[in-house]
C-alpha cells in the first residue's frame, strides 16, 4: 500500500511505515506505467525521510494531488444519482435523459476541471450564491496515465448546484464548472491491485460542530467499472500528463438539505483516507 503526498515542497512517498521525499517533477512522477512497482523500487531522487518532518510537511503544506491534469468526471453511475437526478429534474421534464443514461451502453462523461479550480484537503470549496439548492458529491476518483491506465485512486468532491441543473439539464456545465467545485485528496492511493468492492464510502457534513448529515455506501454499488469509464474517455481524447476521472456520486441528502457557508463536508473512503473541506462563497474580488 503506497500513498502519494503533493506538498508545495515536492512530493512525499508513504510506503507501508516508511517516508520518502521524491525530488521528482510531480506530473512526470505519477504519469507512467506501473507507478506501484516504479515507487517501490530504489529509484533516482527517493530518500528516506524522518517521519516527524514529513508529518509536518503533510500537515503544513498538502496541495491537491494535481498538476497539469483536467478532471473529468461521471454522472449517474449510482442508483442513488439515477433517483435524486429524476426527482429534482421532474417539472423541467428531464427526468427521462437520467433514467435512460443510467442504463445507457455509453456513460455520461463530463468535463469537471482545470488544475487551477481544484481545492485540495483542508481548503474551501464554493458554492454559487444565484444556486439556492448546493450540494457535495463524494466520489472515487481515478487517475489514469496518459496511456488510459488506472494507475492510483484520490478523494473527489464534485461540487454541484442541484436547482440550476435541476431547472433544464442544459445548465449542466454551470451546475458543475465554477471557481472551487472540485476537490481532490488529500493523497494519491497507489495499491498493488484494484481496490475491494467493500471498500466503504462515507459523507458527514457538519455545521456548527453538529452533523446535519451523514451516510455511507460502498464503492462496488456502481452499476459500471472504473476501467469501462477510463475506455470510453480516453476513446476520443488525448491526455499528455494523465487525468482525473471522477465515478459518480453514491451518496445524495435529502432533498430538503442545502449546502451553507461555514459547513464542514468530511468524505472518508477506506484504504485512501478523508478529505475535509469548508463550505463558502468565492470572495468577490479576484485573489
Ligand atoms: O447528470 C448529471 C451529473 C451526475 C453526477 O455528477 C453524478 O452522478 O455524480
Ligand atoms: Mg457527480
Redesign the pocket.
Known amino acids: 500500500m503506497m500513498k502519494l503526498f503533493k506538498v508545495s515542497t515536492g512530493a512525499i512517498l508513504l510506503d507501508g511505515t516508511a517516508f520518502y521525499r521524491l525530488d521528482i517533477e510531480w506530473d512526470e512522477l505519477i504519469n507512467r506505467s506501473n507507478l506501484y512497482y516504479y515507487l517501490a523500487n530504489d529509484i533516482e531522487g527517493k530518500y528516506l525521510i524522518d517521519p516527524n518532518e514529513a508529518f509536518r510537511a503533510i500537515e503544513n503544506l498538502l496541495l491537491a494531488p494535481i498538476g497539469l491534469q483536467e478532471v473529468w468526471?461521471?454522472?449517474?453511475?449510482?442508483l442513488r444519482?439515477r433517483e435524486a437526478?429524476m426527482e429534482e429534474s421532474a417539472e423541467s421534464g428531464a427526468a427521462d435523459l437520467?433514467d435512460k443514461?443510467y442504463a445507457a451502453e455509453r456513460p455520461?462523461l463530463?468535463f469537471k476541471s482545470l488544475p487551477h479550480r481544484v481545492a485540495g484537503h483542508n481548503q474551501q470549496v464554493y458554492i454559487r450564491r444565484d444556486s439556492s439548492w448546493s450540494v457535495p458529491?463524494p466520489?472515487m476518483t481515478l487517475f489514469i496515465n496518459s496511456m488510459g491506465e488506472i494507475q492510483a485512486y484520490t478523494i473527489g468532491n464534485?461540487m454541484?448546484s442541484r436547482s440550476i441543473?435541476g431547472e433544464n439539464?442544459l445548465y449542466?456545465p454551470q451546475a458543475?464548472i465554477y471557481e472551487r467545485s472540485a476537490a481532490l485528496g488529500p493523497c494519491l492511493f497507489i495499491p498493488e491491485v484494484p481496490p475491494d468492492p467493500q471498500a466503504a464510502i462515507k459523507m458527514k457534513i457538519e455545521r456548527g460542530g453538529k452533523v446535519v448529515y451523514a451516510d455511507e455506501t460502498t464503492i462496488g454499488r456502481m452499476k459500471r467499472s472504473f476501467t469501462e469509464l477510463a475506455h470510453y474517455l480516453f476513446r476520443e481524447c488525448d491526455f499528455q500528463h494523465g487525468c482525473f476521472l471522477?465515478t459518480?456520486?453514491c451518496l445524495v441528502p435529502p432533498n430538503d438539505f442545502t449546502l451553507e457557508e461555514g459547513d464542514n463536508v468530511s468524505i472518508t473512503i477506506d484504504h485512501i483516507g478523508t478529505l475535509v473541506n469548508t463550505i463558502a462563497y468565492k470572495p468577490t474580488t479576484i485573489k
Do not use: P
Open positions: 468526471a461521471a454522472g449517474v453511475t449510482y444519482s437526478r437520467y443514461v455520461e463530463f458529491e466520489e464534485d454541484s441543473e439539464a449542466l458543475k471522477m459518480g456520486t
